[in-house]
């Protein structure tokens, strides 16, 4: 397998991924339509952290971690690391030794769509990541593969530069053309959530503020007594 380690591509304007940054990744993939979302087998190893990148993508080889290397050169500040493999493989590609450097250079997570190792040592120095799987099986430097170029995990195409947004729900990509738009109709969905949790604090039915009791009637869903109910499961 050759391949190629692209240099330099656009990223998703940085004052747009900190907005992002600030809304949950239900929030935007909501925003952007229900779109965006990773599989819930993406799973994160810490609890409590939301994070958002810039992508820098990485296409390896089943079991072999050689272009990991290559890719954090490429790496810097606000970048996302998103490995994935040419076949599936839960293989541990990834540890604490990749995430000392990554974070020397910036990096604010990872998300592998393959098996990850030292999990405890990755919570302790603060290292956010999610995975398909955690694994101790280690991996070999063999085969080539690419870096900066487009992958697709869960169906779901990400781009170099594009926009991960990770927390404790999974993973969303935004596109990075996209970013500034998802981030004002994430505030705006926001601002929606905000008055509506003030009305339910003030007692009101979600059957009521979004009018679910025509839908109700319009499914032919009836109320019955309790009693009346029984009554007519006895006569069956």
């Known amino acids: 397998m050759s391949g190629v380690i692209i240099t330099s591509p656009p990223k998703a304007d940085a004052k747009d991924v900190e907005a992002l940054a600030g809304f949950g990744v239900a929030t935007v993939s909501e925003a952007m339509g229900r779109t965006g979302l990773l599989g819930p087998e993406i799973r994160p190893i810490q609890q409590g952290v939301r994070v ?10 089943p079991g072999d971690n050689l272009m990991i290397h290559a890719a954090v050169e490429q790496c810097g500040e606000g970048d996302f690391l998103v490995v994935t493999t040419t076949s599936p493989s839960t293989d541990g590609m990834f540890g604490e030794l990749f995430a000392t450097a990554l974070l020397r ?15 405890q040592e990755l919570r302790e120095m603060g290292f956010a990541a999610w995975s398909r ?3 101790a099986q280690g991996t070999v430097k063999a085969t080539g593969g690419s870096v900066n170029v487009p992958v697709a995990i869960d169906g779901q195409v990400i781009r170099p530069g594009d926009v ?5 729900d999974g993973v969303v990509v935004v596109p990075r053309e996209r970013a500034r738009e998802t981030a004002e109709k994430s505030e705006a969905r ?4 905000a008055a509506s ?7 009101q039915l979600g059957l009521d503020r979004y009018g679910l009791r ?5 499914l032919g869903v009836t109320y019955q007594p309790y009693d009346e109910y029984v009554r ?5």
């Open 232 to 236: 007519g499961g006895e006569r069956s």
């Open 133 to 135: 799987a955690v694994c």
């Open 105 to 119: 250079r910036g990096v604010r997570g990872l998300v592998i769509n393959a098996g990850i190792r030292d999990t």
């Open 197 to 203: 949790r003030a009305a339910f604090l003030d007692g």
């Open 164 to 168: 991960i947004l990770a927390d404790d």
């Open 52 to 61: 958002a990148g810039t992508a820098v993508t990485v296409l390896s080889w």
């Open 190 to 193: 926001e601002a929606k959530e």
């Open 214 to 218: 025509e839908k109700l009637v319009q």
